[in-house]
């Protein structure tokens, strides 16, 4: 959407100030980018007034994915690849038709990708893009610990090998340390007081 239409829909909506918008429009010409975005990052409207707006200015339904269980079936029919690409995710499917949280309805290219791969008609809703980022990696992380967890995950793996386990608990620790849950002095410190 063009960002002077957006921008001036909200200030006459009174969602952000003429000075906001002038701000953020010469903000905008410097690093590029999405406009509408960078409102949300500016802190001038929240992510899901923004969407509320946008989903009025284009006509369609908006909808808040972060309260929705998103049935895994239907995300499984969609390749990985593609949802992250189109930063979309499928919410329903009824008689043939797909309903899809996308963030930028004028997407065809996404559209059209999904609608050729599940071969059912595509009814898109718009989402802000964050909270599909969001629901996207909830998925997938929900996705990827269902199979870490299940029977044939990691006991399969470990196979009663005391090797293999050796090899798991120095992974996990690493992993631990890698991604600051916990610090070397915090770990070194359980260890003893197991001891």
Known sequence: MDRMKLGNSLVNA???TKEALKTALSMH???GGDFAPLLVKLGYISDKELTTTLAKLEGVHSIDISSLVIPAILV???????IEQHNVM???KKDGQITLAISDVNNFEAIESIQFLTNCRVEPVLASKEAIRKAIIQFYN??????FSS??????????SAEKFKVLQKAVIELLLEKKII???????????IK
């Not at 499984?76 to 593609?82: A, H, T």
């Not at 610090?183 to 007081?193: F, H, V």
């Open 29 to 31: 010409e410097k690093i």
């Open 90 to 92: 499928p919410i329903s």
């Open 76 to 82: 499984r029919e969609i390749p990985r690849s593609v």
């Open 142 to 147: 929900s996705e990827e610990n269902r199979k």
């Open 14 to 16: 009174k969602k952000i």
């Open 183 to 193: 610090s070397e002095s915090e770990l070194i410190n359980k260890i003893d007081n």
């Open 151 to 160: 029977s044939d995950g990691i006991t399969a793996y470990l196979d009663g």
